[in-house]
């Protein structure tokens, strides 16, 4: 059974899956007084700042564009063949959801080795270093990676560790006593490389933090660990503006003893 923990609202948080990587002989980003710009083989894109209050502390994240509420996610996906925005350098609700889930709860990570799956723009994971966790980042984009870097410098978050990873090719074996996903378990063919990390590389007595907006793919996935002895329990989080909040979940994971 999957027991709900609480719920929690955050106000204000507004501002295809292609492989993308940096255009060839180019910087990868400018910074003058323009906006910053990320050059990639998908395109030139703007990179938007917004200043995330959560904990006791702002956090500025560039970004390709927040994608919030569902009509946002609705127009995002429409216009993916003529944008081609990666998915990753967008910002999304859940990791909205998840660092505010990883800043209220500092004694989780704190002093703790911890891994992100999917790091993207890198909210949850630089929240989780600021608080004395040992942080790697990972993610399949290496342009992802980039800006998840310059996000980690530009809050003070110094020593994080980030490299490429494919889910389908995993092959650290290291562990961890947390590990991190932000809305990574939106698909069926990446379920059993998710299960296979989570079984490998999570230390004993760690645990999963897992957000996502209440999609039907994530459930059936959380169904099949709960079924195998997995524990689940979540936190309800409401994002975005008060027209248009998006409900998201964050899922707490422990193995079978």
Request: hydrophobic residues 45%.
């Amino acid at each position: 059974m999957i027991a709900r923990r609480s719920a929690q609202v955050i106000r204000g948080a507004r501002a295809s899956d292609t492989a993308v990587e940096f255009a060839d002989n180019r910087p990868a980003m400018t910074t003058s007084n323009e906006p910053e710009v990320l050059h990639t083989t998908a395109g030139d894109f703007a990179l938007e700042q917004v200043e995330l209050a959560i904990g006791e502390r702002t956090w500025t994240i560039l970004h390709t564009g927040a994608v919030i509420s569902r009509d946002d996610e609705r127009a995002f996906l429409l216009g993916e063949h003529t944008t081609r925005r990666p998915y990753g350098i967008v910002l999304w609700p859940a990791a909205i959801a998840l660092a505010h889930e990883v800043a209220s709860r500092a004694d989780v990570v704190r002093g703790r080795r911890v891994l992100e799956l999917g790091a993207g723009t890198g909210l949850p994971g630089i929240v989780a270093a600021s608080l004395g966790a040992r942080v790697v980042q990972t993610d399949k984009q290496s342009v992802a990676l980039s800006v998840c870097r310059d996000n980690g410098a530009r809050n003070g978050a110094a020593v994080i560790e980030y490299r490429t990873a494919d889910w389908a090719a995993w092959d650290d074996a290291a562990r961890y006593d947390v590990i991190l996903g932000a809305d990574v378990t939106y698909g069926d063919a990446m379920h059993p490389h998710l299960r296979r990390i989570f079984e490998t590389n999570l230390a004993p007595g760690g645990r999963v933090l897992l957000s996502d907006p209440f999609r039907p793919f994530s459930y059936r996935f959380l169904e099949s660990l709960d079924a195998d002895g997995w524990t689940i329990t979540f936190s309800r989080w409401s994002v975005g503006e008060e027209r248009a909040p998006r409900a998201i979940a964050v899922y707490e994971l422990t193995p079978p003893r």
